[in-house]
């Protein structure tokens, strides 16, 4: 077993220590699975460290998340720090999800990208999530069509620049 808690402790909530290190480490999905389990732990920076890994890790292999589908759709329901939901935003269109489970994630998503509440970041990455989402579900393109023009009216610099990128891609 690999001491990740080690590797990802320490510091402060602007670093990322060794999360890079991590990501390098894991080569199979028992590996993964290690790493997963720190998500639920109580500790902020351990858990955000363990959450950026996942996210890169997944980038390259997004099979090693069907396992673990329903733990974060429901850690994604309950998650209040932003550095937790910023990497959800990210991870959640990387699952394959039924109708039903798609239309809860859709409407999560949502809600995070027009929540004034939330962190700029956390808006950008459920803005970018909801984008690659509507990619494969052609049917969500008018209903996102909609929340951009919503977030628009916003004239907030971050998350138009997104909508730019977005619409240059569209």
Same mark, same amino acid.
């Given at each position: 077993?690999?001491?990740?808690?080690?590797?990802? %402790?320490?510091?402060?909530?602007?670093?990322?220590?060794?999360?890079?290190?991590?990501?390098?480490?894991?080569?199979?999905?028992?590996?993964?699975?290690?790493?997963?389990?720190?998500?639920?732990?109580?500790?902020?920076?351990?858990?955000?460290?363990?959450?950026?890994?996942?996210?890169?890790?997944?980038?390259?292999?997004?099979?090693?998340?069907?396992?673990?589908?329903?733990?974060?759709?429901?850690?994604?329901?309950?998650?209040?720090?932003?550095?937790?939901?910023?990497?959800?935003?990210?991870?959640?269109?990387?699952?394959?999800?039924?109708?039903?489970?798609?239309?809860?994630?859709?409407?999560?998503?949502?809600?995070?990208?027009?929540?004034?509440?939330?962190?700029?970041?956390?808006?950008?990455?459920?803005?970018?999530?909801?984008?690659?989402?509507?990619?494969?579900?052609?049917?969500?393109?008018?209903?996102?069509?909609?929340?951009?023009?919503?977030?628009?009216?916003?004239?907030?610099? %971050?998350?138009?620049?997104?909508?730019?990128?977005?619409?240059?891609?569209?």
């Amino acid at each position: 077993m690999k001491d990740f808690v080690n590797l990802l %402790s320490g510091g402060d909530l602007r670093s990322i220590g060794k999360s890079n290190s991590v990501v390098s480490l894991i080569v199979n999905q028992q590996d993964f699975d290690e790493l997963f389990k720190l998500i639920f732990l109580d500790d902020q920076l351990l858990v955000m460290r363990a959450i950026d890994a996942i996210e890169k890790i997944t980038l390259k292999h997004p099979n090693y998340l069907i396992k673990h589908k329903r733990e974060i759709l429901e850690l994604s329901s309950v998650a209040y720090d932003k550095e937790l939901k910023w990497h959800l935003a990210q991870i959640i269109p990387r699952l394959s999800l039924t109708p039903h489970e798609l239309i809860k994630a859709w409407k999560l998503l949502t809600n995070w990208a027009l929540d004034k509440n939330n962190s700029r970041i956390v808006r950008v990455n459920s803005i970018q999530g909801l984008f690659e989402m509507q990619i494969v579900h052609n049917e969500l393109s008018q209903e996102f069509s909609k929340t951009l023009t919503e977030l628009e009216k916003e004239h907030i610099p %971050s998350i138009n620049a997104r909508i730019r990128s977005i619409k240059n891609k569209i």
